[in-house]
């Protein structure tokens, strides 16, 4: 399993340099074999997890959570859902 944490700052930097609506529009360009302004580092399957990480924590933002709280609300449903798939 990769170790979630080691993308957090991409997250974090992805989330205040793009809206939702471009990373969502950036994963599309990746599920069609694309390239994206917003993230290229990796894996086909690692880069659809950074961007869609990213875009669920600015669509928090973008609800009134700060920056910090969506971070900890994404790490919280993370850990969830490894811990219901145990």
């Known amino acids: 399993m990769p170790d979630t944490s080691m993308h957090i700052e991409e997250i974090r ?3 205040k340099r793009f809206s939702a609506e471009s990373l969502d529009k950036c994963m599309q360009k990746v599920i069609h074999g694309q390239a994206n ?3 290229n580092d990796g894996e086909v399957e690692d880069v ?3 961007l869609a990480k990213a875009e669920f924590v600015k ?3 973008n609800k009134g959570m700060s920056l910090s709280q969506a971070i900890r609300e994404l790490g919280r449903r993370i850990r969830a859902a490894q811990g219901s798939g145990e």
């Open 48 to 50: 659809m997890n950074v």
């Open 37 to 39: 302004e917003c993230f």
């Open 59 to 61: 669509s928090q933002v």
């Open 13 to 15: 930097e992805l989330a």
